[in-house]
Structures are given as structure tokens and as C-alpha cells.
């Protein structure tokens, strides 16, 4: 009589639930895999199949089940906490969009010009960022970045393992070196617009000082905007090339 072992189940059911917690995690925050616009049932799908992927990979660095639950609890928060950490600093560079795009929206007088964002949970931001932040995510995957995004999440475990203690003093100083690598490239971005908004100004004001009479602003204001869109139509290329060059070096770090 053929009789069926299942002994291996619970084993396994308990590996793959580990695994599922850190990817779902990166998942649920990796820019462009884990944004808003993806509906939900298709970003868990693909969490729970690219999970059983790398399931036959990384089984063998998933630390033995706990004889309680006590000890599971403890692991699956482990691995929960060490995917935000990791989503969570990988999802700071995409304020680098942001960034420029204030800038940019500034300088041309835009600035009141307000857009949804797709990249800050359906909050409005100026039209200029969240053109910026559209297009990153369309450039993410059109230079197959989101790929180097996958392979990302599968070397995370082997710079943070399931059985090593979270080192949560280290996460917030990368944090806050993301920040501000994040709020530096953003500036480098709108570094031509910064110049040219102290140039046009202080032409404005010397205008102004020159000829009291004549009405600086309203007259000038068309054109700041006309040469602020010529300007960054001409740039345009330079700032998300600059950018997807920050994506891919800072998700590199997390590829040992």
C-alpha cells in the first residue's frame, strides 16, 4: 500500500513564509515594482510567484523552524523589518525626482502648478516633479532596471542573512546618507535652472532698477517660463540619464 510523506510540509511552508515576508516587503516598496498605479492583486501575485522562484535558491540560508511560535513570530518580523529597511532606503532615491522637479518648477514659475505623483502615494507635487517621477519609472523599465531590482532583493540575503541580528543603528545612518544622496542628485539635475534662475533674476532686478516705471514682472514672467521649458526640453535627457545612473549604483549596493 502506497502510503503519502508529508513530513517535509511544515518545513517548507515555513521557509517559503520567511522568504515571502522580505520579498513582499521590497516588493511592496521597490520603486517602480511597488507602485500605487500597479493594482494590488497583480504586485502580490507576482510577490508569490517570484517568491517560489527564488525559493529553490535560498532555502538552504533559511534558518530551521523554531519548535514554537514564539520563535516563528520572531523570525517572520525579522525578515519583515529587514525588507522595509531595505525597501524603505531604496525607495528615498526616488526623491531625487522630486527634488529637481521643485527646483525646476520654481525657477520657470511654475511652481503653483500642481500634479498627482505617482511615485508619493497619490500626493500632489509640482507638475514638473511628477513628470519627472513618471518618467523615471517608464525609463526604470524601459532600460531594464526593474531587473537589476530583482537580482537586488535575491543578493540582499547575502549581505543580511535570516539568522543575523538587525542592525538598525547602521539602517538609519544609511537612511540618512540615502537622503541626502537623494536630495544631492536632485540638485544636480536642476543645477542648469538654479543658474539660470540667478541669471534671469538678477537681469530682472537690474531691469527693474534701470527703468522704475515699467512693470518687470508681468512682462518677464512669459518669457521665464518659455526659456524654462526650451531649457529643460534641451536638459531633459542629461537630468534622467543622471538619474538612472544614481538608481543603478545605489541598488548595486545591495548586490554585494
Known amino acids: 500500500m502506497f502510503t503519502l510523506n508529508l513530513d517535509w510540509a511544515p518545513a517548507a511552508a515555513f521557509t517559503y513564509l520567511i522568504l515571502f515576508a522580505r520579498i513582499g516587503t521590497m516588493l511592496m516598496l521597490m520603486p517602480a515594482l511597488g507602485e ?13 510567484v517570484f517568491t517560489s ?9 533559511v534558518p530551521a523552524m523554531p519548535p514554537d511560535t514564539a520563535g516563528i513570530v520572531g523570525v517572520i518580523f525579522h525578515e519583515i523589518a529587514v525588507g522595509l529597511i531595505i525597501g524603505g532606503i531604496v525607495r528615498i532615491t526616488v526623491m531625487a ?31 514638473f516633479a511628477s513628470f519627472l517621477s513618471f518618467l523615471g519609472i517608464t525609463l526604470i523599465f524601459a532600460t531594464d532596471l526593474h531587473h537589476v ?25 544609511l537612511a540618512i546618507r540615502t537622503v541626502a544622496g537623494a536630495f544631492s542628485v536632485g540638485v544636480q539635475m536642476a543645477a542648469p535652472f538654479i543658474v539660470f534662475g540667478l541669471v534671469f533674476n538678477l537681469g530682472a532686478g537690474i531691469l527693474a532698477r534701470l527703468m522704475p516705471a515699467l ?35 545605489h541598488l548595486a549596493m545591495w548586490r554585494g
Do not use: C, H
Open 36 to 48: 500605487n498605479t500597479i493594482p494590488a492583486r497583480l504586485r502580490l501575485a507576482f510577490a508569490l
Open 53 to 61: 522562484v527564488l525559493y529553490p535558491l535560498l532555502k538552504y540560508i
Open 97 to 127: 525626482t522630486t527634488v529637481a522637479g521643485a527646483i525646476v518648477a520654481f525657477q520657470t514659475g511654475l511652481s503653483g502648478a500642481m500634479a498627482a505623483d505617482p511615485t508619493q502615494q497619490g500626493m500632489q507635487s509640482a507638475v
Open 149 to 173: 531590482a530583482l537580482a537586488a532583493i535575491y543578493d540582499s540575503y547575502s549581505v543580511f542573512a535570516p539568522d543575523m541580528p538587525l542592525i538598525s543603528e547602521d539602517a538609519m545612518q
Open 215 to 249: 512693470q518687470v514682472y508681468f512682462i518677464l514672467m512669459p518669457a521665464n517660463i518659455l526659456a524654462g521649458l526650451i531649457l529643460f526640453a534641451l536638459l531633459l535627457v542629461m537630468m534622467m540619464g543622471w538619474y538612472l545612473s544614481a538608481f543603478e549604483n
